[in-house]
């Protein structure tokens, strides 16, 4: 499995917008980019998800390097409920979802 | 609508012992997955069925690991003879893959699992 390289962890304070990393140097083209994080006390849960192009949801922002060796989850305005463990994972045409250690981000009021 | 139902959300259970874990997915989900956690580490990938095709086993972490899924719905992981070795977080997710070229753009969806503690 291709892998991604995140920072063990992150701050923000509540109502600015958050910048989450995600390297990923070995990706293929036929690699998705998924974003899911993981709240205290529960499964994870799915954020975005992109190809090339940037994507948006109501979640978050989704930003893909022109080379797609990189990737950056945007939150506009973080709140203490964004407060999680995110995941950034590779998925090609094997199904399973591979995670790594992932992002801690706490949030400061 | 209801999402990824597992249980029990708790289970305590003496060395030795054996265990069954069960997992309701999303009506109309066709792919379902097991993973575990172990306290402050990462998901482990277990188990994944597809449909009527033959499971994906490759993680289970032994041959005292099996789970099943019954006509296409609910899913049951059994743990036999369990060792300390065994607790964690047990989670169950599901996912509306059509078909095997699409799996990759379907969002899996977690329940909130299942905490085993083996004493």
């Known amino acids: 499995d291709a892998k991604t390289t995140q920072p063990n962890s992150m701050e923000s304070n509540e109502e600015e917008p958050v910048h989450l990393p995600c390297n990923h140097s070995?990706?293929?083209?036929?690699?998705?980019i998924h974003w899911y994080r993981q709240l205290p006390s529960q499964g994870p849960e799915y954020v975005i998800h992109?190809?090339?192009s940037n994507v948006n949801n109501r979640m978050a922002s989704l930003a893909i390097a022109e080379d797609r060796k990189s990737s950056t989850l945007i939150l506009h305005r973080a709140t203490l409920r964004d407060a999680a463990v995110y995941y950034c994972i590779l998925r090609d045409e094997w199904v399973k979802l591979v995670f790594g250690a992932g992002t801690i981000l706490r949030v400061k009021s | 609508g209801a999402g990824v139902s597992q249980s029990p959300s708790n289970k305590v259970t003496e060395k030795g012992k054996d265990v069954e874990l069960r997992c309701d997915p999303i009506?109309?989900?066709?792919?379902l997955y097991w993973y575990r956690q172990s306290l402050g580490q990462g998901l482990e990938f277990l188990i994944y069925?597809?449909?009527?095709?033959?499971?994906?086993k490759s993680g289970l972490p032994s041959d005292r690991f099996s789970a099943e899924r019954t006509g296409g719905s609910v899913s049951t992981l059994t743990i036999q003879r369990t060792q300390q070795e065994d607790s964690a977080v047990y989670l169950c997710?599901?996912?509306?893959?059509?078909?095997?070229?699409?799996?990759?753009?379907?969002?899996?969806?977690f329940g909130n699992g299942t905490r085993l503690t083996v004493t």
């Open positions: 069925f597809q449909g009527n095709s033959a499971p994906d």
């Open positions: 992109g190809l090339t």
């Open positions: 997710a599901s996912s509306s893959t059509g078909t095997q070229a699409l799996s990759y753009n379907s969002p899996l969806h």
């Open positions: 070995t990706i293929s083209g036929t690699d998705y």
């Open positions: 009506s109309g989900h066709t792919a």
